[in-house]
Structure formats: C-alpha cells, structure tokens
C-alpha cells in the first residue's frame, strides 16, 4: 500500500508541476491577447457577407482615419475566419476563444474596447454613422510630440536667375515651407 502512496503522490506532485506551468503560460497569453485588445473596436458577424456587417462596415468606412488618428484598432471576427485588425490577420488569435471571452453568441455584435481592455460599447445592432461619430469624438486622441519648428524659406526678388523659366520662378517665390499642423510640415501658397 506505502507504493502506491508513494507513486500517487508522485504523480500528484507532476501533476500539479505540469498545471502551475501550463498556468504560467495561460496567464501570459491571456497578457499578450489582453495588450493587444486594447482600445479595440470590435465588430463581430455570422460571416463576412452578412447583411448587418456590411452596413456596419458602411457605416465605419468614412470614420476609419479618425479611428486610426485615436489610437484605436479596428478587429473583425466573421465565422469560422481568421480575425482580423486593421485588415492584416491574426494567425494566433482564436476566433472561438475571443467569442467566449467577450460573451457574444454567433449573431451579430459590435464591441469597444477601453484602454484596459473593459467593454465600454456593446450592441447587437449595427450603429450608425452619426452615432459612431459621436463616441469616437468622446475619446482622447493618443498625444503625438510637437514637429519640430520648419525653417521659412522665401526666395527675394533681387536672387531672381535671367535663365530661369518665369513660371518655375514664380513657383519657388511663392512657395514657403512653414508648420502648419501637428501632423507635419505643409506648404503654403502666398
């Protein structure tokens, strides 16, 4: 009887090695799938040519920039398809496990998600634009660093070349090189 004790507890003891180490891992990929989902917005269909997810991508189309502008990554689970973000698969993602994970069934669903990965947005009818609208003005665009202040670039009149064609002159008199917006340099026509 002391063997078999004994062997049982060994096994116990493999046993509970092996389940701490496979925890280990489950906690570190729940991590990695927890980083990447956040300030997600989530759209989820029965398949790709479903009525609901067309007019639920119609009605993104014309926000995507903004959405991309915010920080935010737009992901699509159709099916039995292979997600998507920002239209690129996601090879490691499982479709069935993000399904349970956000509690949605095989109808349609449109998620968002918050920087710390919490549903801030959940409906099981497409949205409008308008409305869509709405929600991404409410949230804060990532800080972007300040450009770096663009030297003005005027040519005088007095530099004027003979040679030069009149309309190249005209062109590099009139153009100046100034910052303009916080996404870069812009030229400006005077």
């Known amino acids: 009887m002391t063997g078999f004790l004994i062997a049982s507890f060994a096994t116990a003891v493999a046993a509970l090695a092996v389940l701490g180490y496979m925890m280990v891992r489950a906690r570190r990929g729940i991590w990695s799938v927890t980083c990447d989902l956040r300030r997600c917005l989530v759209i989820i269909g029965p398949e790709q040519n479903d009525e609901t997810c067309i007019a639920q991508r ?18 699509e ?44 947005l959940r409906s099981q009818k497409p949205v409008s634009e308008n409305a869509l609208s709405e929600f991404i003005a ?32 005209h062109y590099q008199r009139s153009v100046s090189l100034e910052p303009e917006t916080s996404w870069g340099r812009v030229g400006v026509l005077r």
């Open 138 to 169: 409410m949230e804060e665009p990532i800080a972007l660093p300040a450009p770096d202040p663009a030297p003005v670039v005027t040519i005088d009149e007095d530099d004027h070349d003979e040679e030069a064609p009149a309309a190249a002159y």
């Open 58 to 75: 119609r009605a993104l189309k014309p926000l995507l920039m903004r959405v991309r502008h915010i920080g935010m990554n737009v992901i």
């Open 77 to 120: 689970l159709y099916g039995s398809m292979t997600p998507r973000r920002n239209g690129r698969p996601l090879e490691w993602l499982d479709n069935g496990a993000l399904r349970r994970a956000l509690k949605v069934g095989n109808g349609f669903s449109l998620i968002c998600l918050d920087d710390e990965s919490e549903i801030i």
